[in-house]
């Protein structure tokens, strides 16, 4: 019996020590991936933050918002691709940023996000198909009217359908500016905070119709041929010399054409679908119009739409960061609460479910397509060196508003046309 007694023992003694030798399997729970958005828009951040903090109170994922100042998008990205913890959501918003960025995007086709999508109008690819960037918003520009003012200067917006109307109305409000009390278009600064609306936007009708003659262009022209720079003259010229402001006088800005208009000084303000919140409460029945310039067949001309902002998801950020990335976007997009937000200071999201906008200058823009007018894309995002372009092309509208010679605006031509060649040369190297 002791000898049975010790044998079972032993035994029990052997499965426990085999039990103790097992290793139990552990539960490994998926890794929970965190959002980094760099944000392009400064207009953006007190929402892009409500927002981010909403989300991580509603699911646990982290998301951190850094959001660039104002004109420094491209050193703030490169800086912070740089560390560490990478952006994992950030913007691509033209060719040049394609150019310079593909590697690091992530492509789209196919995700959550893109079949969240209503249109493929503002998305961005490289030249192998990948969907590097996709809109999240756009945006419209033109020239802002105040139609009550049109009206009391005699005209009626009917009128305005082409250059020719639109010279005839602006002249004829300018020459009475002094027995109506308002003039027709606001100031045309040439500072920093002004100068865009006419070197980037107005410059676009000239690209756009270039872009239209040779087929539409998939990437930067190596050069211009300044075919509708007349026509660009014709607008400009039109906007400095029936204005409340004398040409002289636009070098150095400090004129406050948003506020001229708001309080009916101006019946024009050369301006976006951003402004419309701003001006459309003193200026409830505000409208947009092309930039009519003199081109043949301009009747049928739409607003200029299109965008710089352009969502991508960091290629080289983990699979579970990009998870967490891809579903912040669509929650941004879908949610009734967090769309309604983002359309709020957006204006517009071209998202199947995000909500309607409430913006009149982007519903100007739907009407002028529903009516079977052209859109005006962004041919100006091919702007080369925009920085240095831009700045050449000020400093000649600034010799030409201070001298209106023909010697002057040959500087402008120059500087507008030869000027794109030297940048496209000096950025492909």
Same mark, same amino acid.
């Given at each position: 019996?002791?000898?049975?007694?010790?044998?079972?023992?032993?035994?029990?003694?052997?499965?426990?020590?085999?039990?103790?030798?097992?290793?139990?399997?552990?539960?490994?729970?998926? !890794?929970?991936?965190?959002?980094?958005?760099?944000?392009?828009?400064?207009?953006?951040?007190?929402?892009?933050?409500?927002?981010?903090?909403?989300?991580?109170?509603?699911?646990?994922?982290?998301?951190?918002?850094?959001?660039?100042?104002?004109?420094?998008?491209?050193?703030?990205?490169?800086?912070?691709?740089?560390?560490?913890?990478?952006?994992?959501?950030?913007?691509?918003?033209?060719?040049?940023?394609?150019?310079?960025?593909?590697?690091?995007?992530?492509?789209?086709?196919?995700?959550?996000? $893109?079949? *969240?999508?209503?249109?493929?109008? =503002?998305?961005?690819?490289?030249?192998?198909?990948?969907?590097?960037?996709?809109?999240?918003?756009?945006?419209?520009?033109?020239?802002?009217?105040?139609?009550?003012?049109? !009206?009391?200067?005699?005209?009626?917006?009917? *009128?305005?359908?082409?250059?020719?109307?639109?010279?005839?109305?602006?002249?004829?409000?300018?020459?009475?500016?002094?027995?109506?009390?308002?003039?027709?278009?606001? #100031?045309?600064?040439?500072?920093? #905070?002004?100068?865009?609306?006419?070197?980037?936007?107005?410059?676009?009708?000239? =690209?756009?119709?270039?872009?239209?003659?040779? &087929?539409?262009?998939?990437?930067?022209?190596?050069?211009?041929? &300044?075919?509708?720079?007349?026509?660009?003259?014709?607008?400009?010229?039109?906007?400095?010399?029936?204005?409340?402001?004398?040409?002289?006088?636009?070098?150095?800005?400090?004129? +406050?054409?948003?506020?001229?208009?708001?309080?009916?000084? $101006?019946?024009?303000?050369?301006?976006? #679908?951003?402004?419309?919140?701003?001006?459309?409460?003193?200026?409830?029945?505000?409208?947009?119009?092309?930039?009519?310039?003199?081109?043949?067949? !301009?009747?049928?001309?739409?607003?200029?739409?299109?965008? *710089?902002?352009?969502?991508?998801?960091?290629?080289?950020?983990?699979?579970?960061?990009?998870?967490?990335?891809?579903?912040?976007?669509?929650?941004?997009?879908?949610?009734?609460?967090?769309?309604?937000?983002?359309?709020?200071?957006?204006?517009?999201?071209?998202?199947?479910?995000?909500?309607?906008?409430?913006?009149?200058?982007?519903?100007?823009?739907?009407? =002028?397509?529903? +009516?079977?007018?052209?859109?005006?894309?962004?041919?100006?995002?091919?702007?080369?060196?925009?920085?240095? =372009?831009?700045?050449?092309?000020?400093?000649?509208?600034?010799?030409?508003?201070?001298?209106?010679?023909?010697?002057?605006?040959?500087?402008?031509?120059?500087?507008?046309?030869?000027?794109?060649?030297?940048?496209?040369?000096?950025?492909?190297?």
């Amino acid at each position: 019996m002791k000898k049975i007694i010790a044998l079972l023992l032993a035994m029990v003694m052997v499965l426990s020590l085999a039990a103790c030798g097992e290793k139990k399997e552990e539960t490994k729970e998926p !890794e929970k991936g965190s959002v980094y958005w760099l944000n392009f828009k400064p207009e953006l951040d007190e929402t892009a933050q409500a927002l981010a903090k909403a989300y991580t109170e509603k699911t646990g994922v982290a998301v951190k918002v850094v959001t660039a100042a104002s004109g420094t998008y491209s050193q703030t990205l490169t800086s912070e691709m740089d560390k560490t913890s990478a952006p994992t959501m950030f913007v691509i918003g033209n060719q040049a940023g394609v150019k310079d960025w593909k590697d690091y995007a992530l492509d789209l086709k196919g995700t959550a996000i $893109a079949n *969240e999508l209503s249109t493929d109008a =503002y998305n961005l690819y490289d030249e192998t198909g990948k969907l590097v960037s996709i809109g999240y918003c756009f945006e419209c520009y033109g020239i802002i009217v105040n139609p009550d003012l049109i !009206e009391k200067a005699g005209h009626t917006m009917d *009128e305005i359908k082409n250059f020719e109307g639109l010279k005839t109305v602006a002249e004829d409000i300018h020459s009475r500016a002094a027995e109506l009390g308002f003039d027709a278009f606001s #100031s045309s600064d040439m500072d920093g #905070s002004s100068s865009w609306r006419f070197t980037g936007h107005m410059a676009n009708l000239e =690209y756009f119709y270039e872009e239209r003659d040779a &087929g539409g262009w998939t990437e930067c022209p190596a050069q211009l041929t &300044g075919a509708y720079m007349q026509n660009f003259k014709n607008l400009y010229d039109l906007c400095i010399n029936n204005s409340i402001t004398e040409p002289t006088a636009l070098a150095n800005g400090g004129h +406050d054409a948003e506020n001229e208009f708001k309080t009916g000084k $101006a019946a024009f303000f050369v301006n976006g #679908s951003w402004e419309y919140a701003a001006v459309s409460g003193d200026v409830p029945r505000a409208t947009m119009i092309p930039y009519y310039c003199g081109v043949a067949g !301009e009747e049928k001309a739409g607003l200029n739409c299109g965008t *710089e902002n352009c969502w991508a998801i960091n290629a080289k950020a983990s699979a579970a960061d990009q998870q967490a990335t891809m579903d912040f976007m669509v929650w941004l997009v879908s949610d009734p609460e967090a769309s309604a937000k983002m359309v709020e200071q957006l204006g517009i999201m071209p998202y199947k479910n995000a909500v309607a906008s409430s913006n009149g200058f982007l519903a100007d823009a739907a009407r =002028y397509t529903d +009516d079977g007018c052209y859109v005006m894309d962004w041919a100006t995002n091919y702007q080369p060196n925009v920085d240095d =372009y831009r700045a050449a092309l000020v400093s000649a509208l600034n010799a030409y508003n201070a001298d209106q010679s023909d010697a002057n605006w040959e500087t402008v031509k120059t500087a507008f046309v030869d000027g794109w060649a030297v940048q496209y040369k000096k950025a492909n190297q």
